[in-house]
């Protein structure tokens, strides 16, 4: 297959691809690395909004370069892994500053950036530049491993390793930009993760994973670690014309930059609830995972008359009907947030 692989992808993706993404009206850097880290974690559909919000807010890289990284961050909220959101501002700063506001061609350079890991950079350079590079986003790992039955995590090293090597034998000498989108396209609409629709597949004829029934083998299960879970209270302050009092969280860490409630263990909230207007009330628990561990989340309400009734804290804000959109806020805390304002 090694030969016609790419021709099958393209006259597929000539047909069937997606032509009509709102990131692809102009093949330009900035449109197209903006998609491709809200991409990282999150599919098309929900991606769109938030894409078009953020462009119409910041159509250049020099306007995200000049502006807050709050506002950033608000126009992030609910996409999660805000690390992204904390890297596009670094790195539009870096681009704005250092290179006069043009992204470097190659994805070589591209990659020095912060958050611009080999296969975005790929993608961009591909995509804007045509570089012949390869991309391995994780639609595409799942089309290589399986086509090409490659075995193991592709979060090892070597399992990594032999998945860029097969999707650099297979580029194409020409449309690389179209390749790269159709690879894309092929990984999220034809080979998805379960149940991929292998009679509607350019390569099926010479899939070793559908020759050899074997599938839901590839790509290679991430072995399992059990993660522990952790406590937090969060103390949440609400008046009665219905301000609700959040915290900022330090630029770094978890929910680095973001909205939250002042955190507590049980000991802290038993020497404080004598010192409170009045007695905290326990909200429904929420769970959170992380990466390395589940968060169980307990919110206490404590109901006041007016702001001045509590004393002030680090770092402190109100959201109110008037503000609401203000604030980049962590996820418990908009979940939080819903609950009280029904
Ligand atoms: S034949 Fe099926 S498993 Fe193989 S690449 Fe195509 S969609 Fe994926």
Aim: proline content about 7%; overall charge neutral; some cysteine.
């Amino acid at each position: 297959m090694k030969h016609g692989f790419a021709d099958k992808v393209l006259a597929w993706f000539d047909v069937f691809g997606r032509h009509d993404l709102p990131w692809q009206k102009s093949l330009t850097p900035y449109p197209v690395w903006i998609s491709e880290i809200m991409l990282q974690q999150t599919q098309v559909q929900t991606v769109i909004p938030y894409f078009n919000r953020f462009i119409a807010r910041f159509p250049s890289i020099n306007a995200l370069a000049q502006a807050d990284l709050d506002e950033v961050l608000s126009l992030w909220t609910g996409l999660g892994y805000y690390a992204r959101a904390r890297n596009l501002h670094k790195t539009a700063r870096i681009i704005s500053e250092f290179h006069q506001g043009e992204f470097p061609r190659s994805q070589q350079d591209l990659q020095q950036l912060p958050g611009i890991g080999r296969s975005t950079a790929g993608a961009i350079s591909a995509i804007c530049f045509h570089e012949r590079v390869a991309i391995l986003d994780g639609n595409v790992k799942r089309v290589i491993s399986r086509a090409f039955a490659i075995g193991g995590w592709p979060g090892q090293r070597a399992t990594a390793e032999q998945l860029w090597a097969q999707a650099e034998a297979v580029l194409p000498y020409e449309r690389i930009n179209a390749y790269t989108q159709a690879m894309m396209d092929l990984g999220a609409t034809v080979c998805v993760g379960k149940a991929p629709l292998c009679d509607l597949c350019p390569v099926s004829d010479a899939c070793q994973a559908l020759e050899h029934q074997k599938i839901s083998d590839y790509p290679g299960k991430k072995p399992k670690v059990s993660k522990p879970t952790r406590r937090t209270i969060m103390l949440v302050v609400k008046t009665r014309a219905g301000e609700i009092r959040l915290a900022q969280r330090p630029p770094e860490g978890i929910w680095g930059g973001l909205y939250s409630f002042p955190e507590l263990n049980q000991e802290e909230l038993d020497a404080l609830a004598p010192q409170l207007p009045s007695p905290p009330r326990a909200l429904e628990t929420l769970k959170h995972s992380f990466t390395h561990f589940h968060l169980l989340i307990e919110p206490m309400l404590v109901e006041i008359e007016a702001i001045e009734d509590i004393p002030r804290i680090h770092h402190e804000a109100w959201l109110s009907e008037d503000n609401s959109e203000a604030f980049g806020l962590c996820r418990p805390a908009q979940k939080i947030i819903q609950t009280l304002l029904g």
